[in-house]
Structure formats: structure tokens, C-alpha cells
């Protein structure tokens, strides 16, 4: 099975600051990644697909990079409605997996 | 709009069973694969299970593997999660989604195993 792996798991950052959350994959998933937001109380939403296409109706502020087996989400300008957990998720083959997700909170 | 409507939970014992639905709207259903996906209290996502465009293709995470069975219905654009032996550790929102991408996710709902 594909692991993901998350970093870091909490971070706590200032309002328009630069942040990067890390996803690595113990093997190869091309492409195949995508990233989640769930808000506090709510459901998941996808924001980026094929690890760095932005969803319709996403902030231009997130960005996503990588392939392979080392991927990043970057809010670039982080704002007060970007409370949320962010999971990282591989499509590549079954079983599917999830990153443990990284809890971002406003310093 | 593009909408999944999640029902069916509810409290279980351990061993007993349960059976989810989610109901779609505004979207083409035929075309799509569905997942679904589950999050224990205070946890992170977990995948549970996914089923292809014609119901014919079924994909398990081994935690659910033998116990819990996936399925859809075309005609009334709906999918379903048949859950059986459940045990506590099935404690969890259960979402369901469109497409493998799970480009759009449905309220969940809460499934409590216990006794």
C-alpha cells in the first residue's frame, strides 16, 4: 500500500504569511495527488487535483507542486478563513490513501 | 446545484448492522464513479470504498474488506454502503462522494458502534 506522509501536523502561522505543508509518498504516484480543506464543523472540499490543478472557485492564493513521491500545498498570503485542516490524497492505485492532514491555525 | 444527501446513521451494536444511502442530484450519475469515505472523532480521513460508473467494479480498504459490501442504483441515482460485523473502531462520519477525486462530498453521516 502507498503511504502518505504529512508535515508538519499542526502549524500555527500569521495572517499573510507564506506557509507550506508537505505531502511524501513511499513510492512513486506521478501526478496522482490531490488536496482537501475541511473546515471546522464541515465536510471536505477538494481544492487542487493532478497535484497542481486549482479548483474552480479555489483562492488563487493556494498552489500546489510536486511529482512523484514529494508534493507541497502552499497559501501564499494566509488569511483568517484558511482555518482548516488540509489532507493530502493519492489516486494512483488501491487501496486510495489519505496523509494524516495538517491542522493550520492563525498565530 | 450538485448535491449528495447522506442517510442511515445512527447507533449500532458491536457485531450489528447498518446500511447507508446517498441520494444525488444535479449531475449526471451515470458517468461517474462514487467513494466513500469515513472520519473517526478527532481523527483524519480514511477511505472506505469506491464502486465504478456500472456498479460492476468494487474497491475496498482492508479495515472494511468482507464486511462491508458497496453498491449503487442507476435509476435512482443513488449509492449505498451495506455495513456488516461492525465494530466500535466503524465509530465515524461517513461521507459520501462523486468521482474517485471526490470532487464533491455529501454532509455525512454519523455512525456510532457501541454497546
Not at chain 2, 50 to 71: L, M, W
Request: charged share 15%; proline share 4%; hydrophobic share 35%.
Amino acid at each position: 500500500d502507498i503511504q502518505l506522509t504529512q508535515s508538519p501536523s499542526f502549524l500555527s502561522a500569521s495572517v499573510g504569511d507564506r506557509v507550506t505543508i508537505t505531502c511524501r509518498a513511499s513510492q512513486g504516484i506521478d501526478y496522482y495527488l490531490a488536496w482537501y480543506q475541511q473546515k471546522p464543523g464541515q465536510g471536505p472540499t477538494l481544492l487542487i487535483s493532478a497535484a497542481s490543478t486549482l479548483e474552480s472557485g479555489v483562492p488563487s492564493r493556494f498552489s500546489g507542486g510536486g511529482y512523484g513521491t514529494e508534493f507541497t500545498l502552499t497559501i501564499t498570503g494566509l488569511q483568517p478563513e484558511d482555518v482548516a485542516s488540509y489532507y493530502c490524497h493519492q489516486l494512483k492505485g488501491y487501496p486510495v490513501t489519505f496523509g494524516g492532514g495538517t491542522k493550520v491555525e492563525i498565530k | 446545484e450538485v448535491q449528495l444527501a447522506v442517510s442511515g446513521g445512527g447507533l449500532a451494536q458491536p457485531g450489528g448492522s447498518l446500511r447507508l444511502s446517498c441520494a444525488a442530484s444535479g449531475f449526471n450519475f451515470n458517468s461517474y464513479y462514487m467513494s466513500w469515505v469515513r472520519q473517526a472523532p478527532g481523527k483524519g480521513l480514511e477511505w472506505v470504498a469506491n464502486i465504478d460508473q456500472d456498479g460492476r467494479k468494487e474497491y475496498y480498504a482492508d479495515s472494511v474488506k468482507g464486511r462491508f459490501t458497496v453498491s449503487r442504483d442507476n435509476a435512482k441515482t443513488s449509492v449505498y454502503l451495506q455495513m456488516d460485523s461492525l465494530r466500535v473502531e466503524d465509530t465515524a462520519v461517513y461521507y459520501c462522494a462523486r468521482s474517485s477525486i471526490a470532487n464533491v462530498w455529501g454532509q455525512g453521516a454519523l455512525v456510532t458502534v457501541s454497546s
